[in-house]
C-alpha cells in the first residue's frame, strides 16, 4: 500500500471522524459547534435519502442492498454446525441507526457498573443519555426533555402487543412503565427512537441540524484506508475518494467511529494490533496492541414463531391489499400503526435462573414471521399467513470471538468469528428463553390469538431437540461490541478517555469500545458513548489551551 505522490496534504482539519454512524455524526455535531474547530465527517457510504430509511417498516427493502449496507459474511460457525452468518452493518449517513430496529433501549444498570471503568458507571453515563433524547412521558429526573433524538412509547399499540403483555402478567411477569428508567428487568411496550412515525437516526437528529456549519466538512462515498503516523502521533488518514488517494491531515485528533467491524480493521491497516497478524499481511507495525480486534461478542437470537388467529400482523400488511390500505391510511393520518416502527412491539427482560444476579434474557415480540431473521418482505422468504415470532437473546453471552483484518487492502472485508455459543452455558440460557416463550404462549390471553407454533414445532420437547434446534438456527442480533475494548488492563485497546493506548492523536468512539454489551440493544448507548466522547474530547483540548495560555 504505496503513499500518496505529493509531501503536503490534500485537507487539513482539527479533527477528523471516521464513520458518520451513530457515534460519529454525534461527534460532527459537538465538536463543530462552538464554530471554533474544522471539523471533517468521513461516510464510506451515500447519503441517507431513501424513503425506505425514513418510513421504519420501508427499511426491510434495505436489509440486503449494498447501496446501503455492507454485507459481512462471519467465518463459519464450529458451534452452529458450520453455518456462515450474514452480518449486515449501515453503509449510509447514520451508519447502522439508519437500518436497525429503531428499538430504543438504554440497557442494564449493572453492566455498566460492571465494566469498572472510572466515568462509565450507570450515574456517570446517565447525564449523556438525557441529554441524547426528547421523551415527553416519564420522570424528568432520569429522562431527557430537549434533545436531539426523539422516543416514542409504544402504548396499546395493537391487539398482539396488548395480548402478550397480558400474558406476562398471567405469567407472573412484572410489567414496567419505563424501563429506561433504571428499572430494566420486566415486561414492558416498546420505546422507539422515531419522531411523529419517521426514524430519528443520528443522521436526522445531530447531523441535519449541523450541516450548513460552515467549519464542518461531511464527505460521503469515501473509503478511508489507513490512519497516518508522524512516528507514534496520528497525524490524519489516507483514503479513496472521487476515483484518487488522497490524504487529510488532522492537527489535533483522527477519532475512528467506524464500527466494531470496520474501526479494529482500520486500526490494523494503520500498524496498530498484532505483530504477528500485521507482519503476515505485510503491514509495517506502529504500535504492538495485542487487544485489537478481539473479545468482540455479539447476542446470539432464536426464534419462536406461531401462526396468528388474527390478520393483525405485518405478514398481513405486506400481502394482504386491505391490511396494507388500512395500515396506510393510520400512517399518513397519524403516523401510527405497523408502518410506523419495524422490528418488535414489547419485550420481557428476565433471568434465566433464580441463582442470575441480573436479567441475563431478553424476549421480544415481533409481529411478523418468516423462515429467518433476515425474512421481511414474501421474496425472502416471510411467512405466507398471519404470523408473530418471539426472538430470544442471551443477553450477556460468555462466547468471544474477533475481527482482524484478512489483507492489506482496505476494499476486503475483515476475517470475522464471532464464535457463537463456544461457551456451552449460552446455548442453555437460550433454552431457557424457549421455556419462558412456550409459558407465554399458554398464557390466555395469547393462546387464544394462537393457531400453531410453526418453528420449532412442538415436536422438538427434549433438551437435546431443543439444543439441536438452537444450533440449527441461532443468528446474529446486530448487537456487536467489545473489537476495541476499553479498559485499565494490558489488553484493553482504549483508556476510559477512549484514547488508544501507546499512540497520540487517536481515539476509538464506537460500540467497539463497551467491554460488554450494554444489555440489550446497542444503538442508544452507541449515541450516548458519542456524547461522552465529545465530551472528553473538548475537554482535554481545553485543557491544552489553558496550559498554552499559562506558558
Same mark, same amino acid.
Request: proline residues 6%; charged residues 25%; glycine residues 8%.
Given at each position: 500500500?504505496?503513499?500518496?505522490r505529493q509531501?503536503?496534504?490534500?485537507a487539513?482539519f482539527?479533527f477528523?471522524i471516521v464513520?458518520?454512524g451513530?457515534a460519529g455524526c454525534v461527534l460532527?455535531?459537538r465538536?463543530?459547534?462552538d464554530?471554533?474547530?474544522?471539523?471533517?465527517l468521513?461516510?464510506?457510504g451515500?447519503?441517507?435519502?431513501?424513503?425506505?430509511?425514513?418510513v /421504519?417498516?420501508?427499511?426491510?427493502?434495505?436489509?440486503?442492498?449494498?447501496r446501503f449496507?455492507?454485507?459481512f459474511m462471519?467465518e463459519?460457525?464450529v458451534h452452529?454446525?458450520?453455518r456462515?452468518?450474514?452480518?449486515t452493518r449501515?453503509?449510509?449517513?447514520g451508519?447502522?441507526s439508519?437500518?436497525n430496529?429503531?428499538?430504543y433501549?438504554r440497557?442494564?444498570p449493572a453492566?455498566?457498573?460492571?465494566?469498572?471503568?472510572p466515568?462509565w458507571?450507570w450515574d456517570?453515563?446517565?447525564p449523556?443519555f438525557?441529554?441524547?433524547e426528547?421523551f415527553?412521558?416519564?420522570?424528568?429526573?432520569t429522562?431527557?426533555?430537549d434533545?436531539?433524538?426523539?422516543v416514542?412509547?409504544?402504548k396499546?399499540?395493537d391487539?398482539?402487543?396488548?395480548?402478550?403483555?397480558?400474558?406476562n402478567r398471567?405469567a407472573?411477569?412484572?410489567?414496567?412503565?419505563?424501563?429506561?428508567d433504571g428499572?430494566y428487568?420486566?415486561?414492558?411496550?416498546?420505546q422507539?427512537?422515531?419522531?411523529?412515525? !419517521?426514524? #430519528?437516526s443520528s443522521s436526522v437528529g445531530?447531523l441535519?441540524?449541523a450541516?450548513n456549519?460552515p467549519?464542518?466538512?461531511?464527505?460521503?462515498?469515501t473509503?478511508?484506508s489507513?490512519?497516518?503516523?508522524?512516528?507514534?502521533?496520528?497525524?490524519?488518514v489516507? #483514503?479513496?475518494?472521487e476515483?484518487?488517494?488522497m490524504?487529510?491531515?488532522a492537527?489535533?485528533?483522527?477519532?475512528?467511529?467506524?464500527?466494531?467491524?470496520?474501526?479494529p480493521k482500520i486500526?490494523?491497516?494503520s500498524?496498530?494490533?498484532q505483530?504477528?497478524l500485521?507482519?503476515?499481511l505485510g503491514?509495517?507495525?506502529?504500535?504492538?496492541l495485542p487487544g485489537?480486534?478481539?473479545n468482540m461478542?455479539?447476542?446470539?437470537n432464536?426464534?419462536?414463531t406461531?401462526?396468528?388467529a388474527?390478520p393483525?400482523?405485518?405478514n398481513d400488511v405486506l400481502?394482504?391489499p386491505?391490511?396494507?390500505l388500512?395500515?396506510g391510511?393510520?400512517y399518513?393520518? !397519524?403516523g401510527?400503526g405497523?408502518?410506523?416502527?419495524?422490528?418488535?412491539?414489547a419485550?420481557t427482560?428476565?433471568r434465566?435462573?433464580?441463582r442470575?444476579n441480573q436479567?441475563?434474557l431478553?424476549?421480544q415480540l415481533?409481529?411478523?414471521?418468516?423462515?429467518?431473521?433476515y425474512?421481511r418482505?414474501?421474496k425472502d422468504?416471510l411467512?405466507?399467513y398471519?404470523? !408473530?415470532?418471539?426472538?430470544?437473546?442471551a443477553?450477556?453471552?460468555?462466547s468471544r470471538?474477533?475481527v482482524?483484518?484478512?489483507?492489506s487492502d482496505?476494499?476486503?472485508?475483515?476475517?470475522?468469528? /464471532?464464535n457463537?455459543?463456544?461457551v456451552?452455558d449460552d446455548?442453555?440460557?437460550?433454552?431457557?428463553?424457549?421455556?419462558?416463550?412456550r409459558r407465554l404462549?399458554?398464557a /390466555?390471553?395469547l393462546?387464544?390469538?394462537?393457531?400453531?407454533?410453526?418453528r /420449532?414445532?412442538p415436536?422438538?420437547?427434549?433438551?437435546?431437540?431443543i439444543?439441536?434446534?438452537?444450533r440449527?438456527?441461532a443468528?446474529?442480533?446486530?448487537?456487536?461490541v467489545g473489537?476495541c475494548?476499553?479498559?485499565?488492563?494490558?489488553?484493553?485497546v482504549?483508556d476510559?478517555e477512549l484514547?488508544v493506548?501507546?499512540?497520540d492523536?487517536l481515539r476509538v468512539?464506537?460500540?467497539?469500545?463497551f467491554?460488554?454489551?450494554p444489555?440489550?440493544n446497542?444503538?442508544?448507548p452507541?449515541?450516548a458513548?458519542g456524547?461522552k466522547?465529545?465530551?472528553?474530547i473538548l475537554?482535554?483540548?481545553q485543557k491544552?489551551?489553558?496550559?498554552s495560555?499559562?506558558?
Amino acid at each position: 500500500m504505496g503513499s500518496p505522490r505529493q509531501d503536503a496534504p490534500d485537507a487539513e482539519f482539527d479533527f477528523v471522524i471516521v464513520g458518520a454512524g451513530s457515534a460519529g455524526c454525534v461527534l460532527a455535531n459537538r465538536l463543530s459547534a462552538d464554530g471554533t474547530h474544522r471539523v471533517l465527517l468521513i461516510e464510506a457510504g451515500g447519503k441517507d435519502r431513501s424513503i425506505n430509511i425514513h418510513v /421504519p417498516l420501508m427499511v426491510v427493502n434495505l436489509l440486503k442492498d449494498e447501496r446501503f449496507t455492507w454485507p459481512f459474511m462471519t467465518e463459519k460457525q464450529v458451534h452452529l454446525n458450520g453455518r456462515e452468518q450474514l452480518w449486515t452493518r449501515g453503509r449510509v449517513l447514520g451508519g447502522s441507526s439508519s437500518i436497525n430496529g429503531n428499538v430504543y433501549v438504554r440497557g442494564d444498570p449493572a453492566e455498566f457498573d460492571s465494566w469498572n471503568c472510572p466515568g462509565w458507571s450507570w450515574d456517570e453515563m446517565l447525564p449523556y443519555f438525557k441529554k441524547m433524547e426528547t421523551f415527553a412521558d416519564g420522570d424528568p429526573r432520569t429522562r431527557g426533555k430537549d434533545g436531539p433524538i426523539s422516543v416514542t412509547q409504544l402504548k396499546r399499540f395493537d391487539k398482539l402487543a396488548d395480548a402478550y403483555l397480558d400474558a406476562n402478567r398471567e405469567a407472573g411477569f412484572e410489567l414496567v412503565d419505563d424501563y429506561n428508567d433504571g428499572h430494566y428487568e420486566g415486561a414492558s411496550y416498546l420505546q422507539y427512537s422515531t419522531r411523529r412515525g !419517521f426514524r #430519528c437516526s443520528s443522521s436526522v437528529g445531530y447531523l441535519r441540524p449541523a450541516r450548513n456549519r460552515p467549519n464542518l466538512t461531511v464527505w460521503t462515498d469515501t473509503l478511508v484506508s489507513r490512519v497516518l503516523f508522524e512516528g507514534k502521533r496520528a497525524s490524519g488518514v489516507e #483514503c479513496r475518494r472521487e476515483g484518487r488517494m488522497m490524504r487529510v491531515a488532522a492537527r489535533r485528533e483522527v477519532i475512528l467511529s467506524a464500527g466494531p467491524i470496520q474501526s479494529p480493521k482500520i486500526l490494523e491497516l494503520s500498524g496498530v494490533g498484532q505483530p504477528d497478524l500485521l507482519g503476515s499481511l505485510g503491514i509495517p507495525l506502529v504500535h504492538a496492541l495485542p487487544g485489537v480486534g478481539e473479545n468482540m461478542s455479539d447476542h446470539p437470537n432464536v426464534r419462536l414463531t406461531f401462526e396468528c388467529a388474527r390478520p393483525i400482523t405485518i405478514n398481513d400488511v405486506l400481502q394482504r391489499p386491505t391490511s396494507k390500505l388500512r395500515e396506510g391510511i393510520r400512517y399518513i393520518l !397519524f403516523g401510527k400503526g405497523l408502518l410506523s416502527i419495524c422490528s418488535a412491539t414489547a419485550h420481557t427482560v428476565m433471568r434465566s435462573h433464580p441463582r442470575e444476579n441480573q436479567p441475563d434474557l431478553k424476549l421480544q415480540l415481533q409481529p411478523f414471521s418468516g423462515k429467518d431473521r433476515y425474512a421481511r418482505r414474501p421474496k425472502d422468504g416471510l411467512d405466507p399467513y398471519s404470523g !408473530f415470532t418471539i426472538g430470544i437473546m442471551a443477553l450477556r453471552p460468555r462466547s468471544r470471538g474477533y475481527v482482524h483484518a484478512a489483507s492489506s487492502d482496505p476494499a476486503v472485508h475483515p476475517k470475522i468469528d /464471532p464464535n457463537y455459543l463456544a461457551v456451552e452455558d449460552d446455548a442453555r440460557v437460550l433454552m431457557a428463553g424457549i421455556h419462558a416463550v412456550r409459558r407465554l404462549a399458554e398464557a /390466555p390471553s395469547l393462546k387464544r390469538l394462537i393457531v400453531r407454533e410453526t418453528r /420449532p414445532g412442538p415436536e422438538v420437547r427434549t433438551e437435546a431437540q431443543i439444543i439441536d434446534y438452537i444450533r440449527a438456527t441461532a443468528q446474529t442480533t446486530w448487537h456487536v461490541v467489545g473489537s476495541c475494548r476499553m479498559g485499565l488492563d494490558a489488553e484493553a485497546v482504549v483508556d476510559p478517555e477512549l484514547r488508544v493506548r501507546g499512540v497520540d492523536g487517536l481515539r476509538v468512539v464506537d460500540s467497539s469500545c463497551f467491554p460488554t454489551i450494554p444489555s440489550s440493544n446497542t444503538n442508544a448507548p452507541t449515541i450516548a458513548l458519542g456524547e461522552k466522547g465529545a465530551d472528553l474530547i473538548l475537554r482535554s483540548w481545553q485543557k491544552v489551551l489553558a496550559l498554552s495560555k499559562a506558558a
